[in-house]
């Protein structure tokens, strides 16, 4: 069963996807939930595994799935009436049946790796792959006639400036480092990205000669957040 839940967990962070792990920790009286047992709990609700039965379980999902939102851990109590003395730390959770048992529950989010875009490769592009790799971010490079020995620290490299249906997250931060070799083309996918941030390296006044045709083109600078250098 662990072998199992480990090939589950690896397949999940392998897809880039965000789940919740939660592990039996400590358990007092009759209770079906043991020290040891684990259960993935997905973004809607599902759970995979065995933290005990369905008296328990809502209890965890609510809070694994509050964990996957501010990606912080929880340390949940489930004991029966009446409700323990409160401890730092530690959600209490009445138990809604009446086996009299506690369990002990702590769920540790996992989620994808921030993913970094980089659009060109120009030396300030080559560098930022290399330093995003570094600092933990999940990078995608993209240039025209790009080769791996270009970018040997990205994860993902395409050669043009065209992106993929699939490999790119919800929320990138893009950076356009393109720097005369297809700007504009790059600039305007860059923006199509719904990215949480969007940044053009470039002197200001090419950058404003590019944001100004970007904008006769119909794409408005207001899409994205810009950081123009």
Not at 118 to 130: C, D, M, T, W
Not at 148 to 153: L, Y
Not at 201 to 220: D, F, M, P
């Amino acid at each position: 069963m662990f072998d199992e839940f480990l090939r589950k967990a690896a397949e999940l962070r392998s897809h880039g996807e965000s789940f919740a792990v939660a592990t039996v920790v400590r358990f007092d009286g009759p209770i079906s939930g043991k020290p040891g047992d684990k259960a993935i709990v997905y973004p809607d609700g599902r759970i995979w595994g065995w933290i005990g039965g369905g008296c328990t379980q809502p209890a965890v999902i609510k809070e694994a799935l509050k964990s996957m939102q501010d990606g912080e851990p929880r340390f949940v109590r489930i004991s029966p009436p009446p409700k323990p003395k409160s401890e730092p730390r530690i959600v209490d959770y009445t138990m809604a049946c009446h086996s009299g048992g506690t369990l002990d529950v702590y769920i540790e989010p996992v989620l994808p790796k921030p993913q970094l875009v980089i659009f060109g490769r120009s030396p300030v592009a080559r560098y930022l792959a290399a330093l995003g790799g570094a600092m933990d971010f999940s990078v995608v490079a993209l240039a025209q006639g790009a080769t791996r020995d270009d970018f040997p620290t990205a994860d993902i490299v395409y050669s043009g400036l065209e992106l993929p249906a699939s490999g790119i997250s919800n929320a990138p931060y893009v950076v356009v480092s393109t720097q005369g070799e297809g700007d504009e083309e790059a600039l305007a996918a860059a923006v199509a990205t719904q990215a949480s941030y969007v940044a053009f390296v470039a002197s200001r006044k090419k950058a404003e000669k590019v944001l100004e045709y970007l904008s006769k083109q119909g794409i408005s600078a207001g899409q994205s957040a810009y950081s123009l250098r």
